[in-house]
C-alpha cells in the first residue's frame, strides 16, 4: 500500500512541475493598445486571439516607402501550438501565400520562413505571452499586401492585410 501512495505522490510531483513549466506563460494578456486600422501609421503592434489562429488585427495601414516598426504580441499560453509570426508578402495572390505557408513546415524551426522573394519582410516567432519586433521599408507602391503566420499549420486561417498608402 505504501509503495503506492508514494507512486501517487510522484506523480502528483511531476503534474505539479508541468503545471510551473506552463507558467512561464503570462497569467495576464500583454496590456497592448488596439490601433485604428485605416490610419496610416509607422509603429504599431498587431495582437492574436487568446489560444486561436488567429491575428486579433488583420489589417494595418502604413504609408509607403517609410521604416516600419511592427510588433507582434503572442496573447497565447498554449506552446508549442501557438507560435506566431509575421510574414509579409509582396502579394495578395494566393498561389504565393500558399507556397510561402506551406513552406514553413519544410523550413523548421526556429524560424520557419522560406527563402522566397515574395517576402518583403518577417518577424521572429512569438512565444505564447512573447512580443516580438521587426522593422523593414513599406512598399513604395500603394496597394494592399497579405501577411501571414509560417508556424505549420497557420497561414490558412492566420492571414492579414497591409494597406500601403502614398505618404
Ligand atoms: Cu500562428
Known amino acids: 500500500m505504501l509503495p503506492r501512495l508514494s507512486l501517487f505522490a510522484v ?7 508541468l503545471a510551473a ?3 512561464e506563460a503570462p497569467e495576464e494578456p500583454n496590456d497592448v493598445e488596439a490601433f485604428d486600422p485605416d ?8 495582437r492574436t486571439v487568446d489560444d486561436q489562429m488567429l491575428y486579433a488585427d488583420e489589417r494595418f495601414t502604413v504609408p509607403a516607402g517609410e521604416e516600419i ?3 507582434l504580441d503572442n496573447s497565447g499560453t498554449t506552446s ?10 509582396n502579394t495578395m495572390d494566393g498561389d504565393v501565400i500558399d507556397r510561402v505557408g506551406e513552406a514553413g513546415l519544410e523550413v523548421g524551426p526556429p524560424d520557419y520562413v522560406p527563402d522566397d522573394d515574395a ?5 521572429p516567432m512569438a512565444d505564447p505571452g512573447e512580443i516580438v519586433e521587426m522593422t523593414f521599408t513599406a ?3 500603394p496597394g494592399e499586401y497579405r501577411y501571414i503566420c509560417t508556424y505549420p499549420g497557420h497561414y490558412g486561417v ?3 492585410t497591409m494597406v500601403v498608402v502614398e505618404s
Open 158 to 160: 492566420m492571414q492579414g
Open 39 to 46: 490610419t496610416p501609421t509607422t509603429e504599431l503592434t498587431i
Open 11 to 17: 506523480g502528483l510531483l511531476l503534474i505539479g512541475g
Open 21 to 23: 513549466c506552463n507558467g
Open 80 to 89: 508549442p501550438a501557438m507560435l506566431h509570426n509575421v510574414v509579409i508578402l
Open 69 to 71: 516598426t511592427l510588433r
Open 119 to 123: 517576402i518583403i519582410a518577417y518577424s
Open 139 to 141: 512598399p513604395e507602391e
